[in-house]
């Protein structure tokens, strides 16, 4: 019996080996036959990302987000004029020290055949947003990136107003007359409160709706079973009120810098990634739903620490990456530039 058993163990092991070497030499194919090996498909603007272009080669709307962060040079000087058009935006002013080295860092989208993406001067994207009219409801970063917009256009920034004031001090409208731009900002915190905006809206409805809310209920609530129950009756809303014509952005607030921001001890940086996972699990973000996923958490993620302002909020120079971001995105939307 013990040589029986010795035997089967002897069969066994060599099969195990047998099965590791052809999986070993299925791997290496690729580098046998002059290629490389293959690369994981990682998160976006990971330098190992590159079989993410190959699945949004198809799908403009998803390719517009498609790219990764590249470190640079900050002592090179490059013209605007002479960077690639593939290049979103480059950093030089928030270029910082670290382990006696200066950091500065660029953003490249990945080559799409099927897709005219590219980096859009101010005349460009003033183009793009021509005799439309925009509208922002949110918490600070979507005040922070509606000025960066209405700074690009020409326009004036929203300035905060303190939480005591009443709601109509919350609100600001502005028209942009040499482009025919009307813009519109509210401030809320959450999404039952977006929700009772929409739901009472009576003015001709924006071309364009950008909206985030999760950041407010992550610091006061902190119970995501709840933050779902309020994101369905959003998506609810939207669906029976917001006409198809309006397209939907929902904005995803970046990772909170624990170093630059240490005190904010209730804003959890692992927990902003499981609120921002809630409105893509219900379908609330394209492709399964109508909103566009503006997502300020992976753009800000693979920059840290440099592309914190003080630990909550982005430098202008992920803003400058999420407005090319979306210039591309409504260029690519049938009917947008009608």
């Given at each position: 019996?013990?040589?029986?058993?010795?035997?089967?163990?002897?069969?066994?092991?060599?099969?195990?080996?047998?099965?590791?070497?052809?999986?070993?030499?299925?791997?290496?194919?690729?580098?046998?036959?002059?290629?490389?090996?293959?690369?994981?498909?990682?998160?976006?603007?990971?330098?190992?990302?590159?079989?993410?272009?190959?699945?949004?080669?198809?799908?403009?709307?998803?390719?517009?987000?498609?790219?990764?962060?590249?470190?640079?040079?900050?002592?090179?000087?490059?013209?605007?004029?002479?960077?690639?058009?593939?290049?979103?935006?480059?950093?030089?002013?928030?270029?910082?020290?670290?382990?006696?080295?200066?950091?500065?860092?660029?953003?490249?989208?990945?080559?799409?055949?099927?897709?005219?993406?590219?980096?859009?001067?101010?005349?460009?994207?003033?183009?793009?947003?021509?005799?439309?009219?925009?509208?922002?409801?949110?918490?600070?970063?979507?005040?922070?990136?509606?000025?960066?917009?209405?700074?690009?256009?020409?326009?004036?920034?929203?300035?905060?107003?303190?939480?005591?004031?009443?709601?109509?001090?919350?609100?600001?409208?502005?028209?942009?007359?040499?482009?025919?731009?009307?813009?519109?900002?509210?401030?809320?915190?959450?999404?039952?409160?977006?929700?009772?905006?929409?739901?009472?809206?009576?003015?001709?409805?924006?071309?364009?709706?950008?909206?985030?809310?999760?950041?407010?209920?992550?610091?006061?609530?902190?119970?995501?079973?709840?933050?779902?129950?309020?994101?369905?009756?959003?998506?609810?809303?939207?669906?029976?009120?917001?006409?198809?014509?309006?397209?939907?952005?929902?904005?995803?607030?970046?990772?909170?810098?624990?170093?630059?921001?240490?005190?904010?001890?209730?804003?959890?940086?692992?927990?902003?990634?499981?609120?921002?996972?809630?409105?893509?699990?219900?379908?609330?973000?394209?492709?399964?739903?109508?909103?566009?996923?503006?997502?300020?958490?992976?753009l800000a993620l693979d920059c840290l620490p440099w592309c914190s302002r003080e630990g909550l909020h982005v430098v202008d120079t992920v803003n400058e990456l999420a407005l090319q971001i979306l210039a591309n995105l409504l260029l690519q939307i049938d009917g947008w530039s009608h």
């Amino acid at each position: 019996m013990v040589e029986v058993a010795n035997a089967l163990h002897i069969a066994s092991s060599t099969t195990s080996l047998l099965t590791c070497l052809v999986v070993l030499l299925y791997m290496l194919h690729p580098v046998l036959d002059g290629g490389s090996l293959p690369r994981p498909i990682g998160l976006l603007g990971s330098s190992s990302s590159s079989t993410r272009g190959e699945r949004h080669q198809h799908d403009c709307l998803l390719a517009v987000s498609d790219g990764w962060w590249q470190r640079t040079d900050p002592s090179v000087e490059i013209s605007w004029a002479n960077l690639p058009s593939h290049i979103a935006v480059r950093n030089t002013k928030d270029a910082f020290v670290a382990y006696n080295e200066s950091l500065a860092y660029q953003w490249a989208w990945h080559p799409h055949s099927e897709c005219h993406i590219q980096r859009r001067d101010r005349p460009e994207v003033r183009q793009v947003f021509g005799n439309k009219r925009l509208g922002f409801i949110g918490d600070s970063h979507v005040r922070y990136f509606h000025n960066w917009v209405a700074t690009a256009l020409g326009g004036q920034e929203y300035s905060k107003v303190d939480s005591k004031q009443p709601q109509i001090k919350h609100n600001k409208g502005q028209h942009i007359a040499p482009l025919n731009v009307t813009m519109a900002v509210n401030m809320t915190h959450l999404a039952s409160e977006i929700q009772a905006y929409l739901e009472e809206w009576s003015e001709p409805w924006p071309d364009l709706l950008l909206m985030d809310s999760s950041v407010w209920h992550l610091f006061t609530n902190k119970n995501i079973s709840d933050y779902t129950a309020q994101m369905l009756g959003l998506l609810h809303t939207i669906k029976s009120r917001v006409p198809p014509s309006t397209t939907l952005v929902w904005l995803s607030p970046p990772p909170r810098h624990a170093i630059k921001a240490p005190h904010y001890v209730d804003l959890p940086a692992e927990w902003i990634r499981l609120y921002n996972r809630v409105a893509v699990d219900l379908g609330f973000t394209y492709p399964a739903g109508p909103a566009h996923h503006l997502d300020l958490y992976t753009l800000a993620l693979d920059c840290l620490p440099w592309c914190s302002r003080e630990g909550l909020h982005v430098v202008d120079t992920v803003n400058e990456l999420a407005l090319q971001i979306l210039a591309n995105l409504l260029l690519q939307i049938d009917g947008w530039s009608h």
